[in-house]
């Protein structure tokens, strides 16, 4: 049972005749919950924060609609159906606060008592002397850019099974974060940590959403306590647009300050997220605002840089992440004011950017946002881009097609990126609720093969297979020999998650450096048996033998056999000291419809670094799903919410997800400059392609509108901003069949 209304007093929930249904085994609601389960209540430490509770279910107040205010099990979908209807809910409506500005409103309401002037979250920061730079300039220009509200839309929706046994709680669920999970659970509970199984079985996608802890996390657990037996709660994909985690919806007003010859001198930039009702589990608010602001100066040379960010308490469900990650908005802000830069000081965007770059050999540098970036080569990424695309025959064909009246544009976005984030990030940013390290075991098993445990899990990142290579190479076995098992905390070494690009940096840290260590437990067992020096023997498929003397060896199971179980086993974990930078140069090039204002792209290039490169094929299969993700972003995606807090857009129907039908083939380049921070060099990559694609459709729809004075300043870019006039009768001379 959800909430109908934006913002209500719950006044009396009633549900005994739900209770009495035929099949029901269990029913809740808030009132039943205070001192047995406890709210989520993320911390951050540091000025600036103002800590939010929320209930598994909403004891007094509801802040959005689609909040659970009860929940029941029964023992078939159908009956549950049929006994909510059964739940009475007496609310007492209150006005609704649905955006920012009537959030800050002097007197507005407050949705928690504790958040003064319902500012969950703010911080500002300032570097170099901004003013000065501000007063030099030649040219000074003032923006603001919009973000609307996304959904991460993974194809399989959020689900849940927990099982108690005594005081000991399992649950399944498809958890990027399996240990903050467990530790999220036991604090709700008040249990101790090892009273809690986190299992993670095959997920289908995730893309920043499941790596919160939600209040349904919480409900099915303490319904499956009151029943006495397991209870499953499968999201649908309404809940799912309605009530799971949202994403990015924010402003950011931005001002730039540059020389005669487009060289920046300063930035200044204001960023506020409408952030929903509640502090996200384990992350808090503050998350898209300073992400974005300290990624804005992206990879270019400016010297100074203030920023304020804020996140602000609305009436609608609560902003978590999503691949990108404050960075899209970042890039997108950042790519189109170097563009409209550009075009008051009429330079061609490839130019101003080449001014602005960061030179290969000006790592490390530290950015002006305080950020160190250790490596990169964006000045050769985007000539290697411009010339995939063919940068300059796009421009012909473009000024070719504006005199037949056809809206063609080209569009360019360089970004850098945080990834690998480790412990030392996380204090730094005070997120208390991330640990940030990473661990595997790697052991071989009787039959000789060679199983590894990693503290993260996968969502279909492909960790099954670029974790086999890593261990499978450090080792000397075939990859098939090595199984790749999810997680499951009792099992599984501590760790911290799948996140924040951060997969393959800890894979090598820790799967790698266990494998290492293995290989020499191997070969000093096998040494025992060979009676030999293990410096003499190698590991070769799976027999240790004797180097020149390949007869005299033993396979990996013999010696698992007579070491005895659990001999070979090895257990790494690995703190990241990052973050370290990668990223990328894309080029779109789009059509827009004169007549619909319907947007086609056309072509698309990415030429991307992460480093030196564990699978080719994962990589590029990272970007064209991302790369998807942020022309959805850029072009269709957006959760629509009317005056009173209803969501409009409940369906895939109105949430408009974009299909392969409407992806061009993409053009992928690859530049290898390796982190010197990382073990081999690697750096993240898997949300890349939405960080660098909205910047560079906008700036592509942007450059195709130009002629009809059209301002590209919000994502999504929706057809009805691009053609504003009258529209002329589409069927002309057309048959409607036709
Ligand atoms: N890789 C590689 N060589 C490199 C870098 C990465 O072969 N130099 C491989 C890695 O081994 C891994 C993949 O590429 O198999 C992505 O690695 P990485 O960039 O480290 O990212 P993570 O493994 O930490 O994955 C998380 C990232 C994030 S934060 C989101 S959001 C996201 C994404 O990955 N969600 C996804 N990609 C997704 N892909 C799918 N299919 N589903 C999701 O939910
Ligand atoms: S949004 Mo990705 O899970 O950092």
Redesign the pocket.
């Known amino acids: 049972m959800r909430s109908v209304y934006a913002h209500a007093e719950v006044r009396r929930v009633v549900t005994d005749r739900a209770r009495q249904a035929p099949g029901v085994a269990a029913a809740l609601s808030g009132q039943d919950l205070p001192e047995w389960v406890r709210p989520l209540a993320p911390r951050l430490e540091g000025p600036g924060f103002w800590p939010s509770e929320w209930s598994a279910l909403a004891p007094e107040r509801v802040c959005f609609v689609g909040e659970p205010v009860a929940a029941l099990c029964a023992e078939s979908p159908a009956q549950a159906a049929d006994a909510c209807d059964l739940v009475e809910v007496d609310y007492e409506p209150l006005a609704p606060i649905v955006d920012v500005d009537s959030a800050l409103a002097p007197g507005a309401p407050l949705l928690h008592e504790d958040v003064p002037g319902n500012v969950l979250f703010r911080r500002d920061y300032s570097h170099g002397d901004v003013d000065g730079a501000f007063a030099r300039a030649a040219v000074v220009l003032r923006e603001m850019f919009c973000h609307g509200r996304c959904s991460p839309s ?1 194809l399989e929706p959020r689900g849940i099974i927990a099982s108690w046994e005594g005081e000991r709680l399992t649950v399944w669920t498809g958890t990027q974060a399996p240990h903050i999970l467990r530790t999220s659970l036991a604090r709700a509970f008040h249990l101790p940590d090892g009273h809690v199984r986190v299992i993670v079985p095959d997920t289908g ?4 959403q499941k790596m919160h802890v939600l209040p349904e996390d919480l409900a099915v657990a303490a319904l499956a306590w009151t029943a006495g037996r397991p209870v499953k709660w499968i999201e649908t994909r309404r809940e799912n647009l309605a009530a799971a985690s949202q994403a990015r919806e924010g402003s950011v007003d931005i001002e730039a300050a540059a020389d005669r010859d487009g060289i920046l001198l300063a930035l200044r930039a204001r960023v506020v997220s409408d952030n929903g009702a509640y502090h996200i589990h384990p992350l808090t608010a503050a998350l898209e605002p300073p992400g974005t602001a300290g990624i804005i100066p992206g990879p270019y040379r400016t010297p100074a840089y203030a920023w304020e960010a804020l996140a602000v308490a609305t009436n609608k469900p609560p902003l978590g992440a999503y ?1 990108g990650v404050g960075m899209t908005m970042g890039a997108f802000v950042m790519e189109r004011t170097l563009d409209l830069l550009a075009g008051r000081l009429g330079l061609d965007p490839a130019e101003i950017r080449r001014r602005n770059l960061l030179a290969r050999d000006a790592y490390p540098f530290t950015s002006a946002a305080g950020f160190v970036y250790d490596s990169g080569d964006y000045p050769k990424g985007l000539e290697v881009a411009l010339e995939l695309a063919g940068y300059d025959a796009l421009k012909r064909e473009r000024d070719e097609a504006r005199t037949r009246g056809r809206l063609l544009g080209v569009g360019i976005s360089c970004y850098t990126e945080y ?1 690998g984030m480790g412990a030392a990030t996380y204090r730094r940013r005070g997120m208390v609720e991330v640990p940030g390290p990473e661990s595997a075991r790697v052991s071989v098993e009787a039959d000789g093969s060679v199983r590894c445990l990693l503290s993260f899990s996968s ?5 099954a297979t ?1 974790a086999a290579q890593i261990v499978a190479d450090q080792l000397g076995v075939p990859l098939e020999r090595v199984v790749v098992s999810q997680p499951d905390t009792d099992e599984t070494p501590e760790g911290s998650g ?8 800890a ?1 090598q840290g820790a799967a790698g450096v266990a494998a290492g260590a293995l290989k020499a437990k191997i070969l000093a067992a096998a040494g025992g048996l060979l009676e030999a020096s293990p410096a003499d023997l190698a590991l070769n498929g799976d027999r240790v033998s004797v180097r020149g003397m390949p007869d005299r060896g033993v396979t990996l199971a013999e010696v698992a056999g007579v070491v005895g179980p659990g001999s070979l086993e090895v257990t790494e974990r690995f703190d990241p000291s990052g973050p370290t930078f990668s990223g990328a140069v894309h080029v779109a090039s789009i059509e827009v419809d004169a007549e619909t204002g319907r947007v086609t792209v056309r072509r698309y290039v990415v030429v991307e670094d ?6 080719p094929m ?2 590029e299969g ?1 970007i064209h ?1 991302a790369v998807a993700q942020g022309i959805g972003e850029a072009l269709g995606e957006r959760l629509v919410y009317d005056g009173s807090g209803q969501l409009l857009t409940g369906s895939l129907m109105d949430y408009a997800l974009p299909a392969a039908a409407d992806l061009p083939s993409f053009t992928l380049g690859h530049l290898e400059t390796p982190s010197p921070l990382t073990p081999g060099g ?6 890349g392609g939405t960080i660098g694609a909205p910047a560079a459709i906008a700036n592509a729809v942007a450059d195709a509108v130009k002629p009809l004075g059209v301002r590209v300043t919000s994502l999504p870019i929706l057809p009805e901003a691009l053609v504003s006039r009258k529209p002329r009768r589409l069927l002309d001379g057309v048959s409607p069949q036709a």
């Not at 996608?205 to 920043?208: A, R, V």
């Not at 969502?459 to 960790?463: A, F, I, M, N």
């Not at 690697?682 to 949300?687: A, I, N, Q, S």
Request: charged fraction near 15%; charge should be positive; include cysteine.
């Open positions: 993974p996608g995730s893309f920043g691949r990834t969502q279909g990142q492909g960790h670029t799948t996140f924040a690009s951060r997969g393959a940096i894979q992460c480093g030196p490169v564990i699978n994962i990589v990272q799903g690697r750096k993240g990559m898997g949300e």
